[in-house]
């Protein structure tokens, strides 16, 4: 028997009804240009001022943009940082918080590393650089910048070509590559060359390499006497092979002696410095290759002995952590049943909860992210997301929280939004309690029936949460209640949940989703014959399963979805992370796996209309998947569509016209088979 939670049903119940006056129209489209997000928001050492990075899209170029804002911790004084054009990000306090540092990028120019005086108002470049800086973080004296940047190194050469006539016009020389990652979803080929530690004088001057040797370093961390800074990275020899393991070193500033701090095989990542100099934090987890593992905090001495871990008790993982003024503990950021939450552990391994809601940077989908720091008296700043509205400046002190920015009160105050709602069943597969999430369209009336569409999440190993995403916006806004499940596979819910993926993917997965379909439906207003489906990356693979193993579902829409593991795994840019952990072996060595759990395996099956998305740049799920569904289906004269998004990578929305074609396509295709008619779009 199905168990069903629905909280906060009084939502459900009843609605208010606003007077005619005061109706207010639903989101739409073109709002996706009207939204503003806060991410990366640093509070000064004394708690006083936030400054953040200010998202949003602009209209006319089509992308996303982000500047520096400056804000006090009351939301008094809010105001942009400089008065320069570019892009603004990575913005660091001074020790002393009398400057700030951050990263300025122009086009077609590169960026560079500026500092701003804040008694002065003024900012200055104080690098010139051959690359692009990243990781920036200030010495504990205010002296220095430490950053990453790639240094090139030489593509190899098989032989050199003649000499061509001089004015002929020959093709491009041929490009010979020998690396195991060589081509990026996102930024395609990726030049020779590796990830460098530098250091540069505060005040401008020569930035100087620290780091040896043709390995990749990242994430530098001051030590509290200025004289070492750690850094993660893999420094063995067979470091392209050995992809899945990352120990943390300590370079000598002057000298650049390198000394690794841990040997675990597996991730240690994001070393962090008590304040004390006593401890050193990180992140890692002991690698056992499986589909899952639980990423834990690890804290040592600053020479790597005594480590041991903290949080042992919570099966989540860590996102990442900051230490606390005393050094006596450490907030930390992690997943759970689809809420992101800051907590506080001391070194006793005594945790509280001290922030939840953290997240709204993913724009799109409503997946989790978000980030947080905090001050020399504890006190934190976040970014704040409710399903309402996107990521806000919030500040979190002494168990009291209050907003600090309201960046879309003049867009989102004059909408009537979807409601969100919690929602948990139980799995027909082994009576395991599984989560999810609807979204219901503005002005819901209960007593109405609803055709339903299901949005499946990427990953898999992922979650959709209690989070805003003008996606699903526009959908409720369509007429349609939307559900997104978190099936097993999903972070939030433990190491075990997590991992029943592993050789077995997809698997049960996908029975959950559909007990969760039902569950929908016994609440009795949703039109059990007006399903449709759809999903992206990991959430294609799945919608795709779903048509192969029934024909529930009115129509379909299968976003960049793998098809054919074979192929997936010896086409897509990161091509080797998925043998053994995702499915056993590789494709030579077990085909019939590799066949079993391909959807194209299932494509006999399929009658349901389905249209087919993806980006013509997609490297991390090529666009020869998609056309295998299309040119199945089509070639068995079940009704398709391709739609191919030219210059998209696999984050199709990235571009926000890009993310209204897919919407609207989806719809458009779902509104031939029963679905809600949409409006057409004004002519102009």
Known sequence: MILLRLLLATALISSPVRPLAEALAPFSELDVFGLEWASSPQISPDGDRIVYRRMGFDIMSDRREGNLWLVGSRGENHRKLTG??????????????????????????????????????????????????????WSPDGEQIAFTMVVDASPPLLVSRPKAPEGAQWASAPRVTDRLYHERDGSGYIKPGFSHLFVVPAQGGTARQISTDNFHHRQPEWHSDGKRIYVSGNRNEDWQYDYRNTEIYSIDVDTGATAAITSTSGPDEQPRVAPSGRWLAWLGFSDRRQAFQTTRLRIARPDGTGMRELLVDLDRSVDAMAWAADSKGLFVQYDDRGRTRIAYVSLADEMRVVASDLGGTSIGRPYGGGSFTVADNDRL??????????????????????????????????????????????????????????????????DKKYPLLVENHGGPISNYGERFSPEMQLYAAAGYVVFFPNPRGSTGYGEEFANLLYHNYPGEDYNDVMDGVDAVIDLGFVDADRLYVTGGSAGGIMTAWMIGKNDRFKAAAVIKPVMNWYSKTLNADNWFYYYDVRIPGTPWTHPDDYLRFSPISLVGNVSTPTLVMVGLEDLRTPPSQAKQLYHALKYRKVPTVLVELPGAAHFIARKPSQMIDKIGNILAWFARYGGPEQQPPDAD
């Open 84 to 137: 320069f054009p570019g892009d603004e990000s990575s913005p660091r306090w001074s020790p002393d918080g009398t400057r700030i540092a951050y990263v300025r990028e122009f086009p077609d120019q590169g960026s560079e590393i500026y500092v701003h005086w804040l008694a002065s108002g003024l900012s200055a470049r104080v690098t010139g650089l051959a690359g692009s800086p990243r990781d920036i973080s």
């Open 381 to 446: 700043a976040y970014t704040y997301t409710r399903p309402e509205f996107p990521a806000e400046v919030a500040v979190v002190s002494d168990g009291t929280r209050w907003a600090v920015t309201d960046l879309n009160s003049d867009l989102l105050g004059h909408r009537t939004l979807a409601k969100t709602q919690e929602l948990w069943w139980q799995s027909s597969i082994d009576q395991r309690d599984i989560q999810g999430w609807l979204v219901l369209p503005p002005d819901f009336d209960p």
